[in-house]
């Protein structure tokens, strides 16, 4: 089976993750999987050298933008056999689908966040959607309660890295970096500190746990990081 996912994003980050290592999941179970990137970025710059990364999409968002990408990908779709294309996100899918129109390729669309529901153009690219996956389950009930869909909907969750996300001890000078003591159970937290992430939650449930060998250790940043530290003051967690 050959895939061939498309992400619009042009920063390692959000959605344009996710479909990264999902696309390297698949490659490692035996699917000949690829995906299309946004060119010149930062993303396709990381990915470089990498033989299933095609940079494929436009950096721009204007009118002349979507219609280059519309054609480039109809080129690409005919002049190559792809069994399925799978989009991440609302610009992606509407150039899928336009890209589609007159061939027999089934395509996909991911949901990575509830805003994605929310866009009036996107009502048209649902449409022309084979199926939809989500990253959790609480967004497809989501989706599901709203939309009603006819066409199949599953989870395609992110996948993690076990070799590099592993419950397992570190090294001693990383501890030392962070300030975190040798004996502590650290719980961790990797993203843009900005409102709605949860930050503020994982504090609270710190300073109820009221166990001083439990550290939150919250790496990232963003407009939230002022404002949690203030709330980490008050609680009495900031150490």
Do not use: Y
């Not at 599901?144 to 989870?155: A, L, N, T």
């Amino acid at each position: 089976m050959r895939v061939l996912h498309l992400t619009a994003g042009t920063k390692w980050t959000g959605p344009a993750a996710v479909s990264v290592g999902q696309v390297t999941a698949l490659r490692d179970a035996g699917v000949e999987a690829e995906i299309a990137v946004t060119r010149a970025s930062p993303l396709a710059e990381r990915l470089s050298g990498e033989g299933w990364v095609r940079p494929l999409l436009a950096p721009g968002r204007r009118p002349r933008d979507f219609l280059l990408d519309v054609a480039v990908l109809n080129e690409t779709l005919a002049r190559e056999r792809f069994d399925l294309v799978h989009s991440h996100s609302t610009h992606d899918h509407m150039i899928a689908s336009a890209a589609l129109s007159g061939l027999a390729v089934p395509l996909v669309r991911s949901f990575h966040h509830e805003s994605g529901f929310r866009p009036l153009l996107s009502s048209w690219g649902r449409r022309r959607a084979a199926g939809f996956a989500f990253s959790s389950a609480a967004l497809q009930s989501a989706f599901v309660s709203r939309f009603s869909p006819k066409e199949p909907c599953g989870r395609f969750p992110p996948v993690a890295d076990v070799a590099l996300f592993r419950p397992e001890p570190r090294e001693p000078d990383l501890r030392q970096e962070f300030g975190v003591p040798s004996p502590a159970f650290v719980v961790g937290t990797v993203g843009k500190m900005a409102p709605g992430r949860g930050h503020d939650i994982a504090l609270r449930i710190l300073a109820a746990s009221r166990d001083p060998n439990i550290v939150l250790l919250h790496v990232g940043k963003g407009e939230a990081r002022d404002r949690l530290w203030q709330l980490a003051r008050s609680l009495g967690v900031a150490d």
